[in-house]
Nanobody, 132 residues
Framework: QVQLVESGGGVVQDGGSLRLSCSAS????????MAWFRQAPGKERECVAY????????YTADSVKGRFTISRDNAKNTIFLQMNNVQPEDTAVYYC?????????????????????????WGQGTRVTVSS
């Protein structure tokens, strides 16, 4: 079992920056693919970025590419989402999620992990509000 706790959300001005963190419990964190999802009011949950267990592969959604960066520190059981040049459309509740990285375990290239159904563990979310 992995428990995830997000932090770092808040109100930020249009064009500003914010850094989200997600801390995980458990000794298996370093074997998990981790992701950041977001859900805006009235919209479906979408994946904005995910990263392999070792951190050697990371993918970012087109909607945030060039502005958001996902990273991880396995020694601290933590992942991050650096959000730069935030826009009003980035307003949402942000969730971190994780699942066992079977691809890395078996020496395969990390397969796409954009779907929420591909993740087993979820945090409670942290709200980000971009003010214009």
């Amino acid at each position: 079992q992995v428990q995830l706790v997000e932090s770092g959300g808040g109100v930020v001005q249009d064009g500003g920056s914010l850094r989200l963190s997600c801390s995980a419990s458990g000794r298996t964190f370093a074997t998990y693919v981790m992701a950041w999802f977001r859900q805006a009011p009235g919209k479906e949950r979408e994946c904005v970025a995910y990263i392999s267990a070792r951190g050697d592969s990371a993918y970012t959604a087109d909607s945030v590419k060039g502005r958001f960066t996902i990273s991880r520190d396995n020694a601290k059981n933590t992942i991050f989402l650096q959000m730069n040049n935030v826009q009003p459309e980035d307003t949402a509740v942000y969730y971190c999620a994780g699942t066992w990285d079977s691809d890395s375990a078996y020496g395969r290239t990390l397969r796409p992990r954009w779907q929420s159904g591909q993740y087993d563990y979820w945090g409670q979310g942290t709200r980000v509000t971009v003010s214009s």
